[in-house]
């Protein structure tokens, strides 16, 4: 009776051991892929603003190149009705 006492116990003890082991494996797989997905999602996240960055920059360049153009058309503008009411004036 002694000796089978010990044997169940032990296998009680070793059934609890690897059930806890299996929880401890698994959380510890489950951590380093959310681990590695996280560092991806930064790495995108990342990549994402310094385009969103380069962009802006780029449209903020086209703007400037656009104002700078509709003023110079503007100041034509004028200057070509200037020119035309004064050449009716005479």
Known sequence: MDFTTTIT???????IVN??????????LKQSIK??????????????????DRKKRLY???????????SMMDAYSTNSRRELFNSFRE
């Open 19 to 28: 059930v806890i082991g299996i929880f401890w494996l698994k959380e510890r």
């Open 35 to 52: 681990h590695e997905y996280d560092q991806d999602l930064e790495h995108l996240k990342k990549d994402l603003e310094y385009d969103l």
């Open 60 to 70: 903020e360049g086209k703007l400037a190149q656009y104002k700078k153009y509709y």
């Open 9 to 15: 116990t032990s296998a009680i003890v070793a059934g």
